[in-house]
C-alpha cells in the first residue's frame, strides 16, 4: 500500500521575504525582489546585466558568526529555511529538550544547481594572489553541492540518507521527487528538503549574460521579470532557499502535526533534444506532467492550479505552455497559473522548492498568488494567468502542480493535494 | 616582533573570529582540542591565519605539537626571533 505523504513545515529566504509568511504576502500583492546590484564588481568587470534578486535578509543576520564561516553562502540560505521548516513543523534537534524522532527514520534531500560556486572562485583567488598555503581546509566542504544537504543532516540530526538533486533549474522540485521515493520506499519517516543557490558572483552573471539568458532590462530591474509578456527578454537572477518538511501521514498525525497539505506526487523525465533549448514540441515535460497526475493518482480535472516554471525567456515560456495544453486539453481554461518568478527573479536551483512552497501555501490559504509584469499576454500562451489580484481557488478538494525545468533538459513536475 | 602577551591577545582574536569562543577564554593553558573544542579543520585555518598575523611559518609538522595556547604563544615567540 502506498504511504500517504504530508508537508507539516514550510521554510523560505528570498528575495520577496525572508520567511514564509513575508514571502507569502509579498506574493499576494505583488512585489518584485530585483534591485540595481551595489558591488563594486558590476562596474569593474563591466556586467552587460546590472541588475538581480538579493535576498531581503541576509543570513549572517540570521546565524551565528562561526556557523556563517563554515558554509557558502549556499549552505547558509539553505540552513535559514530548513532550519524555518523544521521548526514550524513543531520538530527539535538531537541536541534541544524534548526531542524524540528515530534519527535513522529522518532523511534529508537538499538542491542545488550550481552549489559553493562563490567559495569555488574566492579560493581560486586566494591561490593566484596569495599562494596555496592560504587556501582554507573548509575550501572543498564548502564548495561541494552536497555541502548544504551535508550540513542541513548534521544539524537536524538526520540519519536516514541526505541527498542532493543537481539538475540546474529542475533541481528544487527533483529534491521533492527523491523524498518521495525515500518516504515511498518506506525507509524513513521524514525527509527535510529543498533547494538552494546563491550564485550572483560575477562569474554566472556573466555566463548566463552570455547565454543571452538574463534581461538587460537595467534600467527598469523591477519590470524585468516578466512570464508570459510580449517583451519579455530573459530571466532575472535570484538567490534564496526554500524548504519543506514532508513525512508520512500516519508520521505526523501520531505526533497531532498541523498538515499543509498532501505531496500527492512527483516525477521527473529528460528531454534528450538539446542541452539548454527546451524541446519545441515539450514531449519531455508533458511526460513528467503525465507522469506526476500518475503519481498522485489525480484526474486531470482534479487540478485548479499550476505555479509554471515560466522564466520569461523568449524561448522558455512557450514550451510549458505547449505541455500543460497538450496533457490538459480544454480543461487547461480551468486552471490559474501563477508565475511567481515576475517577483521573486528566478532562484535556480531553490526556484522549484520556493514556488513548490508557494504551491503549497497556495492550497493552504485556497489563493493563488499574483504574475506581475504582464502588460501584455503573448498571444501565443493563452493561460488564465493570476494578475492584479489573487485567486480565489474554492472549497473543494483539489490538486495544484508546481513546474521545474533545467539545462540538460530536466523535467520536474510536483503535485499537490488539500488535506 | 610581539612580546608574548600580545602574541596571545592576537591569537585569541584569530580564534574568536573562527570559532566564536570568547577571547577571554583562550588563555595560555587551555588545551585546542580537550579545552576549546577546536577540531582539525579549525585548528588549520587558525595556523594559517596566525602565520599571516605573525609573519611566522608553522610547518604542518610542527601543529600536531601544538597542544596548548601557550604551546602556540611559545613556538611563533622563537620563530619570530
Known sequence: MTRRLVITGLGATTPIGGDVDTLWANSLA???????????????????????????????????????????????????????????????????????????????????????????????????????????????????????????????????????????????VEALDVALEMLRKGDVDVVLAGGTEAAIHPLPMAAFASLQALSKRNDDPAAASRPYDRDRDGFVMGEGAGALVVETEEHAKARGAKIYAELAGAAVTSDAHHITAPDPEALGASRALRRALESAGADLSDVTHVNAHATSTPVGDKPEYYALKSVFGDHLENICVSATKSQTGHLLGAAGAVESVLTVKALRERRAPVTINLDHQDPEMPLDVVTGTPRELGDKQQVALCNSFGFGGHNAVAAFRTY | MADKNEILAGLAEIVNEETGLEVEEVQSDKSFTEDLDIDSISMMTIVVNAEEKFDVKIPDEEVKNLTTVGDAVDFIANAQG
Open chain 1, 30 to 172: 505583488g512585489t518584485p525582489g530585483a534591485k540595481t546590484l551595489e558591488h563594486d564588481w558590476v562596474e569593474k568587470y563591466e556586467l552587460p546585466v546590472t541588475f538581480a534578486g538579493e535576498v531581503s535578509v541576509e543570513p549572517a543576520e540570521v546565524l551565528a558568526k562561526p556557523e556563517t564561516r563554515r558554509m557558502d553562502r549556499s549552505t547558509q540560505l539553505g540552513m535559514v529555511a530548513a532550519r524555518q521548516a523544521w521548526a514550524d513543523a513543531g520538530l527539535v534537534r538531537p541536541k534541544d529538550e524534548g526531542y524524540d524522532l528515530d534519527p535513522e527514520r529522518v532523511a534529508v534531500s537538499f538542491a542545488t544547481g550550481i552549489g559553493g560556486v562563490w567559495t569555488l572562485l574566492d579560493s581560486w583567488d586566494t591561490l593566484r594572489e596569495r599562494g596555496p598555503r592560504r587556501v582554507m581546509p573548509m575550501t572543498v566542504p564548502m564548495l561541494m553541492p552536497n555541502g548544504a544537504a551535508g550540513a542541513i543532516s548534521l544539524d537536524l540530526g538526520a540519519q536516514g540518507g541526505a541527498r542532493t538533486a543537481v539538475s540546474a533549474c529542475a533541481s528544487g
